[in-house]
């Protein structure tokens, strides 16, 4: 079945370390999104890319880094600069920008991340 | 500022009670109006995309319903598994610089055998 998959489910981080998330696709989309959700808040974007070896900084970039070496594969990184980085973590896909459907998101289950 | 305000933020219902969950949005000339589920511990799920004032989609018990300022999802005879929070989600005209999608906070739906 074609989905999305992240991993891990749930991650622990000591102050002053670098964690990645891993995000996986196998639906072909072209577009690729990071989202971090708070208790009480809307979705916020981290960073999205439209295309391999491209990426955009959403609202809230500081503190992440993402690469986009395959157009399957989607890894954020949380760096050590990212003061309070205890959230859940969800990636996402879409279809490329111009084709119908380009706004709906399907999403992975979800990174769990805690800092210690 | 573009803003997507989801009320109420919880609401319990006993099964069979039917009800409204509501978005209202800021923004004018959206580009879609989302509607998305999601359960405990998992991603959002999609559910509907209007596009335009009046327009309505339907699925099962829901049906999602769209004006020039704001959304609704009705749930008819609910049912226990329909329990999870649903996320409303716009998007901005091309001319807004972000562009991307703006979401509300979601509303908690129980409902209560």
């Known amino acids: 079945d074609g989905g999305i998959t992240q991993s891990p489910k749930y991650l622990f981080r000591k102050e002053g370390q670098n964690v990645t998330l891993s995000c996986e696709q196998n639906?072909?989309?072209?577009?690729m999104y990071w989202y971090r959700q708070d208790p009480g808040q809307g979705l916020r974007l981290i960073y999205y890319s439209q295309i391999v070896n491209d990426f955009q900084k959403g609202d809230i970039a500081e503190g992440y880094s993402v690469s986009r070496e395959k157009k399957e594969s989607f890894p954020l990184t949380v760096t050590s600069a990212q003061k309070n980085p205890t959230a859940f973590y969800l990636c996402a896909s879409s279809i490329g920008k111009g084709s119908s459907g380009a706004n709906v998101l399907t999403f992975g289950a979800g990174s769990r991340l805690t800092v210690l | 500022e573009d803003q997507v305000t989801q009320s109420p933020e919880a609401l319990r219902l006993q099964e069979g009670e039917s009800s409204s969950l509501n978005c209202s949005y800021t923004?004018?000339?959206?580009?879609?109006l989302f509607w998305y589920r999601q359960d405990p511990g998992k991603g959002p799920e999609f559910l509907f995309t209007l596009y335009s004032a009046g327009e309505e989609k339907e699925k099962e018990r829901l049906k999602a319903t769209l004006t020039k300022k704001e959304s609704f999802l009705h749930i008819t005879a609910p049912k226990p598994e329909d329990s999870a929070t649903y996320l409303c989600a716009i998007k901005p005209p091309w001319w807004d610089s972000n562009y991307q999608l703006i979401w509300g906070a979601g509303t908690k739906l129980i409902i209560k055998p």
């Open positions: 639906l072909n989309h072209d577009a």
């Open positions: 923004v004018s000339g959206l580009r879609g």
